[in-house]
Each structure stands twice: as C-alpha cells, then as structure tokens.
C-alpha cells in the first residue's frame, strides 16, 4: 500500500485548502482512511477518519465543524477539505491507511502513512 499525499501549502487564517491522498496497491474500498498531523514542536495528533465506505466519520474536537473527510473509492482518493483555517493548524498532514473497516484516533492502529503534505496557516 502506498500514499500518496497533496495539496498542501500556504493560507491566510480564514481560508481554506483541500488535500487529497491517493491510494495505490492492495486497496479495498472497505478499509478506514484517515488524517494526523504534527505541529512543530508537537507530538502527532488524530485530525479525522472516515470508515470504509464511507458510512461513518470522525473528527477532533479542534477541527470538527470546520474540516470535512471524504473518499471517492472509485479513484481510491480520500480528501480533507479544511474550512476557516487558523494558525493552529499548520502542521504536516499525514494520511494514513489500515486494513479494517473501522477507523480510530490512536496513531498505533495504523499500518500505512503516507509522507506528510504542510499546511502553513498565517495570521
């Protein structure tokens, strides 16, 4: 399985980005997708996921109402749409893959990374 991560780059606070993770190898569209990021200085942090599927998805509480996760299986294209950025989101975004429909917030459940697309927000 490998990732393939996009879209990141530089935003005024109040804007918005897409990234996108395109997904190649032993793909099912019934395995969990998903996003972390690591600030500078920060540990690694659970942003969002999405089950397999589609059916269900999930967020942290600082992006909720705010970033949308989504997947196109047809394409084995996931994407996070990030809304009303501030500059506490700049950071690596990481997508991330694991075998299983149902997705989680603990980074150890996942079995693929991709290498990480920056997101710098500036006020």
């Known amino acids: 399985v490998q990732l393939q991560a996009s879209g990141g780059g530089l935003v005024q606070a109040g804007g918005s980005l897409r990234l996108s993770c395109a997904a190649s190898?032993?793909?099912?569209?019934?395995?969990?997708m998903g996003w972390f990021r690591q600030a500078p200085g920060k540990e690694r942090e659970f942003v969002a996921a999405?089950?397999?599927?589609?059916?269900?998805?999930y967020y942290a509480a600082s992006v909720k109402d705010r970033f949308t996760i989504s997947r196109d299986n047809t394409k084995n294209t996931m994407y996070l749409q990030m809304n009303s950025l501030k500059s506490e989101d700049t950071a690596v975004y990481y997508c991330?893959?694991?075998?299983?429909?149902?997705?989680?917030?603990?980074?150890?459940?996942?079995?693929?990374w991709g290498q990480g697309t920056l997101v710098t927000v500036s006020s």
């Open positions: 991330v893959f694991r075998f299983g429909s149902t997705p989680g917030d603990r980074s150890r459940i996942w079995g693929y």
């Open positions: 999405i089950s397999g599927g589609g059916s269900a998805t």
């Open positions: 190898g032993r793909i099912f569209s019934s395995n969990a």
